[in-house]
């Protein structure tokens, strides 16, 4: 009975196996003796019984790769009675490498000792060839990803290496430019100057015509340093902007008051209009500048006849920010539809028949351009199908409080203004700008017309009164104007140029206060406010004779140039040739003013100007304005001129116009010169 349980029971395992898809097999440990159930024969080639039942013969068919790891866990596993895993190369019955999988527990005989041990097989060829196939894939991958790896470090690496050839190359470079701006500036300079006092003096068409022409040249090679320099700059420092408070309004006016002496040698009319308010805003002031005057200096070059006009429109963009927009416009040819891009591009102009005609390199849109970008605007070309050329720079910047020091006493409400020209259409623009601004404009053509209405009386007189320069004719009565007008705030209203020492002290005599066009929206405003009156203990304006100004500079050339300039402009000068005669200068004898060369032998201009200021801050110099001279146009050798102590800068090649204006601005006095 017992016999027949035995054999069911076994015939149940038998078919729990055959179910499981697995092999069966049993060892007896005391013996050595292996039992194979049928499924184990049949599953890995064998005749049935053919398996080997000797422990020896078994082991035999265990892959020798595989062998130790197995016996290894073999062995624990009997020490301690448990069960263990394997997974090995078996030799099946047609004596090929098959890959099984089994499970195993170890049994204790009645000593308590290990007596059997039982697993289960399963052959796991395909899967494990699939694992295989996986693992040398992942290894390839991993070696492809190594080896790419490696390689990419290598190309980084030589990058590295050469943006360090490339940095080292550009400061090279910047070095070199800046080098050459100053050597190439500075006989420049006595070029250009010269030939300006030699057109001062010339006494023929011919020789002027022969002078003219050198100077045009001269300035185009001007131009051109310049463009090359600034171009330079912004693709060596990808456009390093400073956030600072501006007036918009007062900046586009600022940039084309620069221009206006050219305008006015091409006969062209020279419009500027503002439409909004003017808050102050943040922002790089100096890089719009530019921009507007690369753009002008564009619209100029390209026009032979009709008008230049500089717009600047303000708006609300919410949340404290205002929206800008800047057009520049000409009566020129325009551009070709096709090439309304191309110009942005560096050493690309509109059209070759214009680069023959009117020269250049074709670098001014493109800095501009990359300026307005750098500033997260864009600048755009309309050339409309009636002619000429529209530029629109379009920004956005947040606004901010007017600064402490520029903060001025509310104006009085608009009034009534006069606005004086020669004829029409003189002053349509500007008119129009008042009377959005609230003023009651009225345009009067002609001096004499102005001096009859006054004369006449009424409730009609003004308020202000603007008298432009065109009708500044020989023999206009300032005097008789004022009289007529006691309670009128009157002003002439003068290009930077403009030079009439008799106009300019009858002007002065008659209460007349000079602006220089064109006029901001905040000198608009204050038409109607009257200067302020002198202290009674301010002394009177010096002199011409008593305008001294002292000039510091090395070069023969320049030595002579600029003392000829002065000449010129009415004024006294005298020269110191290094940083230490300035000091013994100033101190012997101190001047109204200081013409600084920065690179000078034994002491340099900016040593000199810390030396002078510190000076006068012991009470031991009463000082003055200090102005540079520099062959260097760039933004940092400026504000090394400011942080010394220094007023202003002119940069070489000097002209008259702008050191006309430099001492005019510094000394109001020498306009009297």
């Excluded at 601004?437 to 202000?464: C, H, K, N, V």
């Excluded at 013994?584 to 690179?599: F, H, I």
């Excluded at 031991?620 to 540079?628: D, E, L, N, T």
Aim: hydrophobic residues 40%; proline residues 7%; glycine residues 8%.
């Amino acid at each position: 009975m017992k016999r027949l349980r035995g054999a069911m029971l076994q015939a149940r395992l038998e078919r729990a196996a055959i179910a499981s898809g697995e092999g069966y097999w049993e060892r007896d440990l005391r013996s050595g003796q292996i039992w194979y159930s049928d499924r184990f024969h049949e599953m890995l080639g064998f005749a049935p019984g053919g398996a080997p039942t000797e422990l020896l013969a078994s082991r035999a068919r265990i892959h020798p790769e595989d062998l130790s790891r197995y016996q290894s866990d073999h062995d624990v596993a009997v020490a301690t009675l448990g069960r263990f895993n394997y997974e090995v190369r078996y030799l099946d019955g047609s004596d090929q490498w098959r890959w099984i999988r089994g499970r195993c527990q170890v049994f204790a005989g009645d000593a308590g000792q290990a007596a059997w041990i039982v697993g289960v097989v399963a052959e796991v060829q395909a899967h494990k060839e699939e694992q295989l196939q996986r693992e040398r894939r992942q290894l390839e991958l991993e070696q492809l990803v190594n080896e790419r790896t490696a390689g990419l470090q290598a190309a980084l690496a030589q990058a590295e290496a050469r943006q360090q050839d490339a940095e080292r190359a550009t400061q090279a470079k910047s070095r070199f430019l800046a080098h050459m701006s100053h050597e190439v500036r500075t006989p420049l300079n006595g070029v250009l100057g010269l030939t300006e006092l030699a057109l001062s003096v010339a006494t023929s068409p011919e020789q002027r015509r022969f002078l003219e022409t050198a100077h045009e040249s001269g300035q185009a090679l001007l131009g051109l340093l310049n463009d090359v320099l600034d171009l330079s700059r912004i693709e060596a420092s990808n456009v390093d902007l400073r956030q600072r408070p501006f007036e918009p309004a007062q900046l586009l006016a600022d940039a084309m008051r620069g221009l206006l002496p050219l305008s006015h040698r091409r006969e062209l009319l020279t419009i500027y209009d503002w439409d909004g308010d003017s808050p102050w805003l943040l922002g790089d002031g100096g890089a719009l500048r530019q921009v507007l005057v690369n753009l002008l200096g564009n619209a100029i070059k390209f026009t032979e006849h009709g008008h230049i006009m500089l717009e600047g429109v303000l708006r609300s963009a919410g949340e404290g920010r205002c929206h800008l927009t800047v057009r520049v416009s000409d009566t020129g040819p325009g551009v070709p539809l096709d090439r309304r891009e191309a110009v942005f591009d560096p050493f690309v102009q509109g059209d070759e028949t214009l680069v023959r005609r009117h020269g250049g390199a074709g670098l001014g849109l493109a800095i501009a351009r990359r300026l307005v970008e750098a500033m997260d605007g864009s600048l755009t070309l309309r050339s409309p199908e009636s002619g000429g050329a529209v530029f629109t720079v379009d920004l956005e910047l947040p606004e901010v409080e007017t600064p402490e020091d520029c903060r001025l006493p509310e104006p009085p409400p608009p009034g009534r203004v006069w606005l004086l020209y020669e004829r029409p259409p003189g002053g349509s623009w500007l008119s129009a700008q008042l009377r959005r601004m609230g003023w009651q404009a009225e345009l009067i053509y002609g001096f004499s017309t102005a001096l009859d209405r006054a004369a006449a009386g009424g409730e009609a007189l003004p308020d202000a009164v603007l008298v432009t320069q065109q009708t500044l004719v020989p023999g206009v009565d300032l005097a008789a104007l004022r009289a007529a007008l006691p309670q009128a705030c009157v002003h002439l209203v003068v290009r930077p140029d403009w030079h009439d020492p008799e106009l300019a002290a009858a002007a002065r005599a008659a209460r007349i206060e000079t602006l220089v066009a064109p006029l901001a929206p905040s000198q608009l405003r204050r038409l109607a406010v009257p200067p302020p009156e002198a202290p009674a203990d301010e002394p009177a304006a010096l002199a011409p004779a008593t305008v001294e100004i002292l000039l510091v500079e090395d070069n023969p050339v320049n030595q002579m140039l600029g003392l000829e300039f002065l000449r010129v402009l009415g004024l006294a000068g005298r020269v110191a040739a290094d940083g230490y005669e300035a000091i013994e200068s100033c101190l012997e004898r101190p001047p109204a003013l200081v013409l600084m060369d920065l690179q000078m032998p034994r002491m340099d201009g900016l040593q000199a100007t810390r030396e002078l200021r510190a000076l006068q801050a012991k009470g031991r110099w009463p000082g003055c304005p200090i102005v540079a001279l520099t062959a260097h146009a760039s933004p940092e050798e400026h504000q090394a001129c400011q942080a010394a102590g220094m007023d202003g800068v002119l940069t070489k090649p000097l002209s008259l116009d702008a050191m006309r204006e430099q001492i005019w601005r510094r000394l109001p006095a020498a306009r009297s010169s």
